[in-house]
């Protein structure tokens, strides 16, 4: 089964929204931007991040290792 959206712009609002992928999510964006208003968790096995220029972390306190 395949479901493909072409629009110019598509906003979505919800109460809630919960995602559930067996395999791979993929994004392609020129730029992409994530405001959360309270604690944003993330855990993987594995997470490598890369920058072909500067990377910037800012916080009160930032724990590594």
Do not use: C, M, P
């Not at 089964?1 to 072409?6: M, S, Y």
């Amino acid at each position: 089964e395949k479901i493909e959206l072409t629009a110019s712009t598509v906003f979505e609002r919800f109460g809630s929204r919960y995602q559930w992928v067996k395999e791979a999510i993929q994004t392609r964006a020129g730029r992409v931007r994530t405001l959360v208003e309270g604690q944003h968790t993330i855990r993987a096995e594995r997470i490598v991040e890369s920058a072909d220029k500067d990377v910037k972390v800012n916080g009160r306190t930032i724990h590594l290792g």
